[in-house]
């Protein structure tokens, strides 16, 4: 059960959908249980999946949920990107700061002047 719910954390990815995905392995276990020996009319067989689905379906729940509420790291937004022959490590408030700096001769910003050719 702790495995397949390890497995969800990486195939579901989304809290919500971990209680399908579970019902939906559980369910197909049934049929196969059906085919093979037909209906199980063992109590102990339906506390064990029962017990085995809600398990699956919180744990899950709970990964994933601890996978979303995780801090998004800012360094993570910076791109690199090329400014001429040099390839410089620029943030996107840095793209925008240069692009509407109007302090220099030509009136246009520093990034427009150089992709516009003057």
């Known amino acids: 059960m702790p495995v397949r719910a390890g497995y969800m ?48 379906a919180l744990l899950g729940e709970w990964l994933c949920i601890r996978r979303e509420l995780r801090e998004i790291p800012i360094s993570r937004y910076r791109s690199m990107i090329f400014i001429g022959p040099v390839r410089t490590s620029l943030t996107y408030i840095d793209i925008l700061s240069q692009m509407f700096d109007k302090g220099n001769s030509t009136g246009k910003g520093v990034i427009c002047s150089r992709f516009s050719g003057d």
Not at 36 to 51: A, L, M, R
Request: with cysteine.
């Open 9 to 56: 954390l990486y195939l579901v990815e989304r809290a919500k959908k971990c209680l399908d995905f579970s019902a939906t392995i559980y369910i197909i276990h049934l049929f196969i249980c059906i085919i093979y020996g037909g209906w199980p009319y063992s109590i102990s067989w339906w506390v064990v999946n029962g017990t085995g689905l809600a398990v699956m």
